[in-house]
Structure formats: C-alpha cells, structure tokens
C-alpha cells in the first residue's frame, strides 16, 4: 500500500515537472514581436547642434504610430552614418531628411558663420589679393581708393580692419602645405554694419587687401590719404574747396579831386622899387 502511494506521488512529480518545463521552454524562446499598429524610427540620442556629423552614439530607435508616419523619417542607420545636421534637433526628436545636408556633402559655408555675423565676398586678384595670400583664416585690412568729385585728387582710406578670411574662392579650407591660391573672390567675416561699408566702398572705386597678423587684432586710427600727400603737400578736399568764403575784390579808396590851378602874379622891378603889376 505504502510502495503504491509512492509510485503515484513519483508518477505525479514527473508529470508536473514535464509540464513546467514545457511551459518555461515556450516562454524563453517566444520572441517579442512588433505590434501591427507600431514602427520605429531613428531619432536623437541627445540634443544635437547644427554641424554635427551622425554616428552610431548619437542616434537611437524610438516607436511611432504606424497610422501616423513620418515622411522623410529614418528606420535604417545606413543612411544616416556621416550625415550633417543643419537645424538642431532636440534629443528623442526623429531625425528627418530635411535637417541633414545632402549625403556625401561637407557642412558648408554657413557652418562656418557665428550667430550675428556675416559673410561677405569682395573682388580680387593677384595683386589685390596680397599675391594669393589670402588664405581661409588669415585676417586682412580692407582698403578703398577712390576719386573725389569735381577733382583730380583720389583718395584712399580704410573701411575694415581686422576681417577674418573664411574662404578664398570656393576653398574654406587653407592648403595643408600653406601654398599661396589666387582666387578671382575673397570671402570675409563681418558684423552687418561692417558688410555695409564692404559694399559702400566697393561701389566707390577700387578695393584691397592689407594682410595682418593673425595674432595682432588692435585697430589703429588711419587717416584718409590723399595724393597731393605723396609729396609731401596735402591739399584741401574739394568739400574744403566748396566750403571756403569767396575773396572779393578790395574796394578802392575814392579819389580827392584835383584842384583848378592858382592865378600867377607878374611883379615888374624898377630900380629899387617894386611896383605891384597887374595880375
């Protein structure tokens, strides 16, 4: 009876121990699936800035309603390795076509411009452009010469100093081995009252560069300069000119009028005697 009571508690230990490992296997190799109604994107792992290129570390899968989807949204990170951002884009937010620079493209110019500046680009050549010198990151005075109205003067004076060079030509980027590039445009960095006069002077006359050091960013007072300041004259402007009092002619004093002549007087002498004549 005993031995009988034990065959069937073994029996029932067996069996229930099938069933929970049975249970157990099923539970571990069933996979999650996707639910229908959802799909994932690709978004911000942290709060990114414009220029900062893609990677693995800065991205993350996120879940979206599949009966909302996102037109130009990422769900393979293949196409979004080495990508720049041009906008911010705000951790967790997904990243869209959009807010990247063309595949394959550097960040570009407008990377390179900080908040409340400007860019502004000037004519050059090989003498103008310091004999191609003018290399991205160097820092230039700009001068203009020009002719003063109604005379034969020019004048030449500095309208900018200290401008940083952010591209010569299409290159913003200087050679690695600092060889001079001739470019027919320089492109320089400046406040919006600064790319005013830029434009003010190049319409006047003539525009150069005056290289500088980098290091040196003091700003000296600078004179116009005339040409008749060459030899050593300066002579006045033709606002001066206009500007100076007419002379007029000095008045001449009034003659006195010439008086008639006086009536002469013959005296005859006789002897010792002087007889009084006639007039």
């Given at each position: 009876?005993?031995?009988r009571r034990l065959?069937?508690?073994l029996?029932?230990?067996?069996?229930g121990s099938a069933?929970?490992?049975?249970w157990?296997g099923?539970?571990?190799?069933?996979?999650?699936t996707?639910?229908a109604d959802?799909m994932?994107?690709?978004a911000?792992?942290?709060?990114?800035?414009?220029?900062?290129?893609?990677?693995?570390a800065?991205?993350?899968?996120?879940?979206?309603?599949?009966?909302?989807?996102?037109?130009?949204?990422?769900s393979?990170?293949?196409?979004?390795?080495?990508?720049?951002?041009?906008?911010?884009?705000?951790?967790g937010?997904?990243?869209?076509?959009?807010?990247l620079?063309v595949?394959g493209?550097?960040?570009?110019?407008a990377?390179?411009?900080?908040?409340?500046?400007?860019?502004i680009?000037?004519?050059?050549d090989?003498?103008?452009?310091v004999?191609?010198f003018?290399?991205?990151?160097?820092?230039v005075?700009?001068?203009?010469?020009?002719?003063?109205?109604?005379?034969?003067?020019t004048?030449?004076?500095?309208?900018?100093q200290?401008a940083?060079v952010i591209a010569?030509?299409?290159?913003t980027e200087?050679?690695?081995q600092?060889k001079?590039?001739?470019?027919?445009?320089?492109?320089l960095l400046v406040?919006?009252?600064?790319?005013q006069?830029?434009v003010?002077a190049?319409?006047?006359?003539?525009?150069h560069?005056?290289l500088r050091?980098?290091?040196?960013?003091?700003?000296?007072?600078?004179?116009?300069i005339?040409t008749?300041?060459?030899s050593?004259?300066?002579?006045?402007?033709s606002?001066t000119?206009?500007?100076a009092?007419?002379?007029h002619?000095?008045?001449?004093a009034p003659?006195?009028?010439?008086?008639?002549?006086k009536?002469?007087v013959?005296?005859?002498i006789?002897?010792g005697?002087?007889?009084?004549?006639?007039?």
């Amino acid at each position: 009876m005993v031995a009988r009571r034990l065959t069937i508690a073994l029996v029932l230990s067996l069996a229930g121990s099938a069933v929970f490992t049975l249970w157990l296997g099923k539970k571990v190799s069933k996979r999650p699936t996707q639910p229908a109604d959802e799909m994932h994107y690709f978004a911000a792992a942290q709060n990114l800035q414009a220029g900062d290129v893609l990677t693995a570390a800065s991205l993350k899968l996120v879940s979206w309603p599949a009966s909302v989807p996102l037109d130009g949204a990422f769900s393979k990170p293949d196409a979004l390795n080495g990508r720049i951002v041009l906008y911010p884009v705000a951790a967790g937010e997904p990243i869209n076509e959009r807010q990247l620079a063309v595949a394959g493209s550097s960040a570009g110019l407008a990377m390179k411009i900080p908040d409340g500046m400007r860019a502004i680009s000037l004519r050059s050549d090989e003498v103008v452009g310091v004999a191609g010198f003018l290399l991205p990151g160097t820092h230039v005075d700009v001068l203009v010469n020009f002719r003063i109205q109604n005379s034969p003067d020019t004048i030449t004076m500095t309208v900018l100093q200290d401008a940083q060079v952010i591209a010569s030509g299409q290159k913003t980027e200087p050679d690695p081995q600092g060889k001079p590039t001739t470019a027919d445009v320089v492109t320089l960095l400046v406040t919006p009252e600064d790319a005013q006069k830029a434009v003010e002077a190049s319409s006047q006359g003539s525009v150069h560069f005056v290289l500088r050091n980098g290091g040196d960013h003091a700003k000296a007072p600078a004179m116009p300069i005339q040409t008749a300041s060459l030899s050593g004259e300066l002579l006045p402007s033709s606002a001066t000119l206009r500007a100076a009092p007419v002379a007029h002619k000095a008045e001449v004093a009034p003659r006195e009028p010439i008086s008639s002549p006086k009536p002469y007087v013959v005296e005859t002498i006789y002897g010792g005697d002087k007889p009084e004549s006639g007039k």
